[in-house]
């Protein structure tokens, strides 16, 4: 008797699953809460020549001003831009960036966006790379390193985590 509900009921769950993940994003499941969707941008993560000396900056944007003050801030030259369409009622933008450096040989990266269980904060990695002391053909210019992503939006605490690495020429 048992045994002809069990095809009945695994059909019953793969259309269920087949019609969450064919709307997935117009409604929200409780227990599926714990993911964020995160976006890359068209040419990021880049490396910026500028003549400004910058501080490192991590900042959670909210609003298309944001994202272009920040963009014109690092870039007064206006060659930096997002051409794909943000969704702000939906999507917030992060955005980290390096101090300026005089030299090439920089780069930095949103490695991974995801909520912390403990602290049930959502954090953000970064991974900044850095020429170490083999490397010394490199361009003297001051240059800033920058990287965006959109995230879904949350109303969680964001913070930034930075894991710095050295690499040799030879």
Excluded: H
């Excluded at 259309?15 to 409780?30: E, Q, R, S, V």
């Excluded at 949103?110 to 912390?116: A, L, M, T």
């Amino acid at each position: 008797m048992y045994m002809n509900l069990i095809p009945v009921t695994l059909i019953v769950v793969l259309i269920i699953g087949a019609g969450y993940l064919m709307t997935k994003g117009d409604f929200k499941l409780p227990f599926f809460g714990n993911n964020l969707e995160i976006r890359r941008f068209e040419n990021f993560p880049t490396t910026i020549t500028t003549q400004k000396q910058f501080g490192k900056q991590r900042v959670v944007i909210k609003s298309q001003e944001e994202l272009d003050r920040f963009l014109a801030n690092l870039d007064s030259a206006g060659l930096v831009k997002i051409t794909e369409a943000i969704n702000f009622d939906k999507e917030y933008v992060l955005g980290a960036a390096t101090q300026t450096f005089d030299k090439e040989g920089y780069d930095l990266k949103i490695r991974r966006v995801y909520k912390d269980k403990d602290s049930g904060k959502v954090l953000v990695s970064l991974k900044e790379r850095r020429p170490g002391e083999s490397c010394k053909n490199l361009e003297a210019v001051n240059n800033v390193a920058v990287d965006i992503v959109a995230i879904s939006k949350t109303d969680k605490e964001i913070s930034f985590d930075v894991a710095k690495e050295t690499y040799e020429c030879d």
